[in-house]
T-cell receptor, first 112, second 113 residues
Framework: DAGVIQSPRHEVTEMGQEVTLRCKPI?????LFWYRQTMMRGLELLIYFNNNVPIDDSGMPEDRFSAKMPNASFSTLKIQPSEPRDSAVYFCASSLRTDTQYFGPGTRLTVL | GQQVMQIPQYQHVQEGEDFTTYCNSSTTLSNIQWYKQRPGGHPVFLIQLVKSGEVKKQKRLTFQFGEAKKNSSLHITATQTTDVGTYFC?????????????FGKGTKLSVKP
């Protein structure tokens, strides 16, 4: 299996622009997680889906962030409008039921 | 809210020295997982502990889960430069949302050759 796939790997954008991060979970996994990692705040869970349904989005910072999972093999995290404080590494992870989480390589986002 | 505290935040050791990182939860955990993140990489699963007082070993790594299932530790014997990275514990709270792990902030280990 190819593992969790994320794109793009790096994104540089200007403040106010819309940013869309993409994730393809491991085939057969039924849970998907979006995390944000910064030096100051560490690894933060933003939202997670179970069977394509959002279960807990309490970690989503504000209305500028939205996440979707239209099917079992694809999810997006959108930031609109982006701000410099959104600069971070965004990880997607997937798991089967409550088992181990497998992380993707991450998207390094820089908002200028 | 529910928190998982991890100490120390940083640890610098000489190659060959031992290393320990500790994880403490404010609430009882149903299980705890440990992950390692190499510099520039992504977290990679190491192990899961489920039972009270459980001890598991992986070569030079020893993982323990406390009797009260509120704390855990990772001990590395005779560190090597390949051990460099950040070690995270992640706990699942009893009665918490299924699939939701609470991550500690990690211990960043550097090893001087």
């Amino acid at each position: 299996d190819a593992g969790v796939i994320q794109s793009p790997r790096h994104e540089v954008t200007e403040m106010g622009q819309e940013v869309t991060l993409r994730c393809k979970p491991i085939s057969g996994h039924n849970s998907l997680f979006w995390y944000r990692q910064t030096m100051m705040r560490g690894l933060e869970l933003l939202i997670y889906f179970n069977n394509n349904v959002p279960i807990d989005d309490s970690g989503m910072p504000e209305d500028r962030f939205s996440a979707k999972m239209p099917n079992a093999s694809f999810s997006t995290l959108k930031i609109q409008p982006s701000e410099p404080r959104d600069s971070a590494v965004y990880f997607c992870a997937s798991s089967l039921r409550t088992d181990t989480q497998y992380f993707g390589p991450g998207t390094r986002l820089t908002v200028l | 809210g529910q928190q998982v505290m991890q100490i120390p935040q940083y640890q610098h050791v000489q190659e060959g020295e031992d290393f320990t990182t500790y994880c403490n939860s404010s609430t009882t955990l149903s299980n705890i997982q440990w992950y390692k993140q190499r510099p520039g990489g992504h977290p990679v699963f190491l192990i899961q502990l489920v039972k009270s007082g459980e001890v598991k070993k992986q070569k030079r790594l020893t993982f323990q889960f406390g009797e009260a299932k509120k704390n855990s530790s990772l001990h590395i014997t005779a560190t090597q430069t390949t051990d460099v990275g950040t070690y995270f514990c992640a706990g699942r709270v009893n009665g918490g949302s299924q699939g939701n792990l609470i991550f500690g902030k990690g211990t960043k280990l550097s090893v001087k050759p």
